[in-house]
T-cell receptor
Framework: GAVVSQHPSRVICKSGTSVKIECRSL??????MFWYRQFPKKSLMLMAT?????????EQGVEKDKFLINHASLTLSTLTVTSAHPEDSSFYIC??????????FGSGTRLTVV | GESVGLHLPTLSVQEGDNSIINCAYS??????FIWYKQESGKGPQFIID?????DKRQGQRVTVLLNKTVKHLSLQIAATQPGDSAVYFC??????????FGKGTRLSVIA
């Protein structure tokens, strides 16, 4: 079946630094990647949708300059949290779709900004 | 747009009993529905899905029922086990749109 690998699973960074999260589709071509954010005991909130080779479409209220999304290949998408602050601490999850495969989720990244 | 809600935030069941988790959606154009299980600190795990041309689908110990008339979705877990304890989310999509998630129901299995 479809597998999506997300790294790192956990990251702690200092306030003001940037963090990159990778999401790879291992056995299918992901034409579309979705990035979600999840606060403790809350549901997943869509941040942005990216189609391979195109600029990402951000949801209302999500700062595109803060959350940089790159989807330059059919197997890799990255989310970079720039100039991270403690309020950016959250669980970030990617989901890939393509080649007849539905929505396959990565295992998530727990970001803690100190 | 789509909004997806869950009727109960928590559900406690005895081990061996059946569990029923309910979900309502708002967009009548939604044509694809998924149930996910999420354990603490992990990403969502696919359980079962159903398309709008069906009203029931069965998996191993799980059944999803779809009532398009009232825009309602349910997940039934047979013979609930301690390993079923988790948060369950329903999600809906229309065409290739992003999944919209419900708020989640925490299922606790009492041994």
């Amino acid at each position: 079946g479809a597998v999506v690998s997300q790294h790192p699973s956990r990251v702690i960074c200092k306030s003001g630094t940037s963090v990159k999260i990778e999401c790879r589709s291992l056995d299918f071509q992901a034409t579309t990647m979705f990035w979600y954010r999840q606060f403790p005991k809350k549901s997943l909130m869509l941040m942005a949708t990216s189609n391979e080779g195109s600029k990402a479409t951000y949801e209302q209220g999500v700062e595109k300059d803060k959350f940089l999304i790159n989807h330059a290949s059919l197997t890799l998408s990255t989310l970079t949290v720039t100039s991270a602050h403690p309020e950016d601490s959250s669980f970030y999850i990617c989901s890939a779709s393509g080649q007849g495969y539905g929505y396959t989720f990565g295992s998530g990244t727990r970001l803690t900004v100190v | 747009g789509e909004s997806v809600g869950l009727h109960l935030p928590t559900l406690s069941v005895q081990e061996g009993d059946n569990s029923i988790i309910n979900c309502a959606y708002s967009n009548s154009a939604s044509d694809y529905f998924i149930w996910y299980k999420q354990e603490s600190g992990k990403g969502p795990q696919f359980i079962i899905d159903i398309r709008s041309n069906m009203d029931k689908r069965q998996g191993q110990r799980v059944t999803v029922l779809l009532n398009k008339t009232v825009k309602h979705l349910s997940l039934q877990i047979a013979a609930t086990q301690p390993g079923d304890s988790a948060v369950y989310f329903c999600a809906a999509a229309s065409g290739n749109t992003p999944l919209v998630f419900g708020k989640g129901t925490r299922l606790s299995v009492i041994a």
